[in-house]
């Protein structure tokens, strides 16, 4: 949540700035801001809303040094204002400074500072952190050296809480420095020029040698140099890192929303998370990102799995993948609960994290605390080098997918469920999986990508379907066994992108309460993708019908559904129920997608939420 960005070198900032900010704007995009150093002064100019008011701004400013930041905002400590709007200047005008991240004791620092003469203009946390800072400064002696770094650093001895900071200071022209302590930082390297930014996003079309800051670093930075100590003073000897990136995958082609690309490119995506993970024999997965012997994981008794959001519904349906092909029990919990629950849990047990972003702070801090008890961390995570993947302690498995942009997340979604599966696979194998059904298993997962792009191709008939629907304001998902995850899911994205009300529920579930829903007005989805409970599924389907309900189905082909059961069918292809998960999900993609397009959202920003949930 929020993201920002720090330029340092001979090119104009502000519009570096601003292209990066663009990048960044999935984290957050409240409000946005840019200072720049201009001759003896620094300039900066905010607005409410998208980057792209301030880019009209900052184009009529003509602001053309060489140094600057620049933030987008998802509002936690006061409102949506222009005042709240990073950067802050300190109250006596010598630093200008962006902030991801929360300041947990902000009013006790706010009320000291206040004390000693320093103003504050904001309702944020931010801005006790850029007084503070001035504050020590002013007490530096003038002739100290590095007395910018070292008033920065005396600050954050101070702060409880997370931060990723970047900021300037009237005194120093070509100078810039990063703390970061619980929110992601990381320094780019160029040519003359340096970077330093929350996310590679933001600067990886100039720059593709990034140093990964660790917690508690804090990094001086010039054009030409940089040098990173800890909030106590060591210094440390970075480790520069190559990044693989292609910039055309951040960048929106012929697409409408990143959204629609992103669900478009499930096939590749899928490839590419399974490339080169099947033994030579075709009979097993190999998940070489795993540290743990073939004996370690056999003696595993159970999988404990967090994540958030639709991450936590590609945990759900891995418990039922690994319990139904591996027959080991898991245990699936939402990252903020288990962190603070304190459940009793076996020494065998391995501890999952799954994380699109590397940088969900519930997720992370789950994982910190499972590594604290000593269990061993594994990962799921799609973005390399991201904090989540760097804090396992017995690795884990990239996604591969590429970067995802949309907000709602669809191909980080369906690679975390073909990921489990493989894991099902492997763990199935170890235990008591025959030869010939891990051929099988591998058959199905490599025809994954041409059967979702069987589906994809069904795109005009399931927007002609979305249209039919979208007027309606209430909705119902239900699937049963493996199908209840992905009517959870169906339910999330319709609600997070259209601000439609939906609910998931297991399909048997229904005649416990959601029943009383039914009506005209409510629609319900069902999945019923299993032959063993197809009949009791169409029952459900019926009793809906019979409740004046309607019903939209998405069954295998050939499958024969009444027409008093549903009034649109959507098929998927028969397929091994490994990979069932991941074929129902694609039309609710699309669904959920073609609905919000029709009801005139704004489908990859939709309103409160952000990509990366940095805050607690
Ligand atoms: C946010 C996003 C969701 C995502 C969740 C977890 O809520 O809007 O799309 O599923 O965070 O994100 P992660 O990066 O940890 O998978």
Request: with cysteine.
């Amino acid at each position: 949540m929020c993201g920002i960005i720090g330029y340092i070198g001979k090119q104009k900032a502000s519009k570096i700035l601003i292209n990066a900010l663009k990048n960044l704007e999935y984290r957050g995009y409240d409000s946005a801001g840019i200072a720049v150093r201009e001759a003896t002064d620094i300039k900066s100019v905010k607005k409410t809303g998208r980057v792209a008011n301030v880019e009209a701004e900052v184009h009529q400013a003509n602001l053309k040094g060489g140094v600057g930041i620049g933030h987008t905002r998802w509002a936690t400590h006061g409102g949506v204002t222009e005042a709240n709007t990073h950067p802050h200047i300190s109250s006596d005008g010598k630093f200008v400074l962006v902030h991801n991240g929360v300041i947990e004791n902000y009013q006790s620092l706010r009320k000291y500072l206040e004390e000693k003469g320093f103003d504050f203009k904001s309702e944020t946390d931010t801005e006790a952190i850029v007084n503070l800072i001035a504050y020590h400064y002013r007490k530096e002696p003038d002739n100290t050296e590095d007395r910018f770094t070292s008033a920065v650093r005396k600050a954050l001895i101070h702060l409880e809480g997370t931060y990723g900071i970047a900021v300037l200071c009237v005194d120093c022209p070509n100078e810039m420095v990063g703390a970061r302590n619980g929110s992601p930082l990381i320094l780019g390297l160029g040519k003359d020029e340096n970077f330093l930014a929350s996310d590679v996003s933001a600067f990886a079309s100039r720059s593709k040698d990034v140093v990964y800051l660790n917690e508690g670093d804090i990094v001086h930075l010039h054009s030409d140099k940089y040098d990173i100590t800890t909030i106590d003073s060591r210094n440390v000897s970075a480790i520069v890192e190559s990044l693989d990136w292609d910039i055309e995958e951040s960048e929106l082609g012929n697409y409408t929303h990143f959204m629609e690309k992103e669900i478009f490119e499930q096939p590749q995506a899928l490839e590419n998370s399974m490339r080169g993970r099947f033994s030579d024999d075709n009979s097993t997965a190999k998940l070489g990102g795993i540290d743990l012997s073939p004996r370690e994981l056999r003696s595993v008794d159970r999988f404990v799995m967090f994540g958030c959001g639709t991450t936590w519904h590609a945990c759900l349906a891995a418990e039922y993948l690994i319990e139904r092909f591996a027959r080991i029990p898991v245990e699936v919990e939402y990252a903020s609960e288990f962190r603070y629950r304190n459940a009793p849990i076996s020494d065998d047990s391995l501890i999952f994290a799954f994380s699109q972003s590397g940088e969900t702070i519930d997720t992370l801090a789950a994982m910190r605390e499972s590594n604290r008890k000593g269990f061993r961390t594994l990962a799921i995570t799609n973005v390399v080098g991201s904090s989540i993947a760097r804090q396992t302690n017995g690795g884990g498995i990239y996604q591969h997918v590429g970067p995802e942009i949309g907000v709602a997340s669809t191909k980080a979604f369906t690679s975390q469920v073909l990921l489990s599966s493989m894991i099902a696979l492997y763990m199935g194998r170890l235990r008591d999986m025959s030869l010939g059904d891990g051929t099988n298993y591998v058959d199905a997962l490599k025809s994954c990508p041409e059967m979702v792009d069987r589906i994809l191709k069904q795109a005009d008939s399931i927007r002609e379907i979305a249209v039919r629907y979208s007027k309606f304001n209430d909705f119902l998902f239900m699937g049963r066994q493996a199908m209840f995850p992905i009517a959870l899911e169906g339910a999330l994205k319709l609600k997070e992108i259209s601000y439609i009300h939906a609910e998931g529920y297991p399909a048997a579930e229904m005649k416990h309460g959601p029943i009383a829903l039914i009506s005209e007005d409510c629609p319900s989805v069902f999945l019923a993708t299993s032959g063993r409970i197809m009949k009791k599924t169409l029952a459900n389907m019926q009793e809906v019908k019979a409740r004046n309900g309607k019903v939209i189905s998405i069954v295998p082909e050939g499958t024969e559904v009444p027409k008093e059961c549903a009034d649109d069918v959507i098929f998927i292809p028969r397929c091994h129920e490994a990979i069932h998960p991941i074929l129902a999900t694609i039309p609710l993609q699309l669904l959920s997608y073609y609905i919000a397009v029709e009801r005139g959202c704004d489908v990859d920003k939709p309103r409160n939420l952000a990509k990366s949930v940095t805050v607690e």
